[in-house]
T-cell receptor, first 112, second 108 residues
């Protein structure tokens, strides 16, 4: 098992820029979920992908978008960055039914 | 009111003490996760429960579906147990809704 790998680990962007975060899911997992964790708070659900299709979305604006690839890896894209987008972005992969939920170490995004 | 409430928010214990962290939720769920998060952000899944009780080493997790309540117990606590413990409920569709976390510090 290789676990869930996220890249980059840290990133600094300027307000208004765009960013792409990447996630390699655990071998055999077909579902990827993305979460945003602001400092001192619990993670908030952004969206989930299952077999390359969006399979649920949280209360985030359309400038948060994603992709899942045939190998089940995933990207999170954020356009027109705002200061409040500064957070830890967590990716988790799982099997159908939520079994084996495995988190990556996260990407810490700072928007200045 | 948050869908997932944890208590206490902060907990300081002496090494060796028995620790309990509580989680209450208000929505229908398919399962409940207990997670551990260390400084730096990485999250580790400790338990996934849909009924009853699970035990792994010094950790015990219980859930009462009728009362919508779960507890995480740590026996013989150790400074290396210091971390943030998060309760997360899995709504139908595999989306996780997280509690705010309990910051645990175990002193030697």
């Amino acid at each position: 098992e290789t676990g869930v790998t996220q890249s980059p680990t840290h990133l600094i962007k300027t307000r208004g820029q765009q960013v792409t975060l990447r996630c390699s899911s655990q071998s055999g997992h077909n579902t990827v979920s993305w979460y945003q964790q602001a400092l001192g708070q619990g993670p908030q659900f952004i969206f989930q992908y299952y077999r390359e299709e969006e399979n649920g979305r949280g209360n985030f604006p359309p400038r948060f978008s994603g992709l899942q690839f045939p190998n089940y890896s995933s990207e999170l894209n954020v356009n027109a960055l705002e200061l409040d987008d500064s957070a830890l972005y967590l990716c988790a992969s799982s099997l159908t039914g939520g079994y084996g939920y495995t988190f990556g170490s996260g990407t810490r995004l700072t928007v200045v | 009111k948050n869908e997932v409430e944890q208590s206490p928010q902060n907990l300081t214990a002496q090494e060796g003490e028995f620790i309990t962290i509580n989680c209450s939720y208000s929505v229908g769920i398919s399962a409940l996760h207990w997670l551990q998060q260390h400084p730096g952000g990485g999250i580790v899944s400790l338990f996934m429960l849909s009924s009853g009780k699970k035990k792994h080493g010094r950790l015990i997790a219980t859930i009462n579906i009728q009362e919508k309540h779960s507890s995480l117990h740590i026996t013989a606590s150790h400074p290396r147990d210091s971390a943030v413990y998060i309760c997360a409920v899995m709504e139908y569709g595999n989306k996780l809704v997280f509690g705010a976390g309990t910051i645990l510090r175990v002193k030697s």
